[in-house]
């Protein structure tokens, strides 16, 4: 069975840092291009950060960019992103998705408060 | 940036009556390659998104051929030729020429 499991979100502190983690399974990680994408409370969806199957390519979202860094490993399956400078309205749950979005995890929830 | 732009927002629907969502983009949607990256998700209540359709008109394995995808350049439209009870959900463009950019959902609910 192909999955993607996010873990990682907590409650965290405005100006605090955490790292997310995606573990993968069931598909080759090593060949996809791999996203996260966010959801504010009650809001849609926003598009965070995408990297390529080797590391050597990365975007990310206005909203974060100098902020977050996305990275992988492939020997261990798994995608991170790491969330520096956090605010408040970095408050959301955190998917993980193939970069072609037809696999995505459950999302992990962050919380930005004091 | 690319900015998609969808509409209705709300979108109440009858039990077995159509339904049809527009999703229009800030510039072209048509790579370098050819083709045009314009996706369509569902976001069922407390599920993770699920894409139904991709380039266009492309259905997902899995998804019911009540769902349409049509559209090019910047004008897109998802259509649901009979609605059913477990349709109920928020609708999602997404494009992935320029980057990647979601528009701001669609909610589809039964009147």
């Known amino acids: 069975e192909v999955q993607l499991v996010e873990s990682g979100g907590t409650l965290v502190q405005p100006g605090g840092s955490l790292r997310l983690s995606c573990a993968a399974s069931?598909?080759?990680?090593?060949?996809?291009?791999m996203s996260w994408v966010r959801q504010l409370p009650g809001k849609g969806l926003e598009w965070v950060a995408n990297?390529?199957?080797?590391?050597?390519?990365?975007h990310y979202a206005v909203s974060v960019k100098g902020r977050f860094t996305i990275s992988r490993d492939n020997a261990k399956n798994s995608l991170y992103l790491e969330m520096n400078s956090l605010r408040a309205e970095d408050t959301a749950v955190y998917y993980c998705?193939?970069?072609?979005?037809?696999?995505w995890g459950r999302g992990t929830v962050v919380t930005v408060s004091s | 940036d690319v900015v998609m732009t969808q509409s209705p927002l709300s979108l109440p629907v009858t039990l077995g009556q159509p339904a049809s969502i527009s999703c229009r983009s800030s510039?072209?949607?048509?790579?370098?390659?050819?083709?045009?990256?314009l996706n369509w998700f569902q976001q069922r209540p407390g599920q993770s998104p699920r894409r139904l359709i991709h380039?266009?008109?492309i259905r997902d394995s899995g998804v019911p051929d009540r769902f349409s995808g049509s559209g090019s350049g910047t004008d897109f439209t998802l259509k649901i030729s009979r609605v059913e009870a477990e349709d109920v959900g928020v609708y999602y463009c997404?494009?992935?020429?320029?980057?990647?950019?979601f528009g701001q959902g669609t909610k589809l609910e039964i009147k």
């Open positions: 998705a193939s970069d072609g979005f037809d696999i």
């Open positions: 069931g598909l080759s990680f090593n060949r996809y291009w």
């Open positions: 990297m390529n199957q080797d590391g050597s390519e990365r």
């Open positions: 510039q072209s949607l048509v790579y370098n390659d050819g083709n045009t990256y």
């Open positions: 380039r266009v008109s």
């Open positions: 997404m494009q992935g020429t320029d980057w990647r950019a």
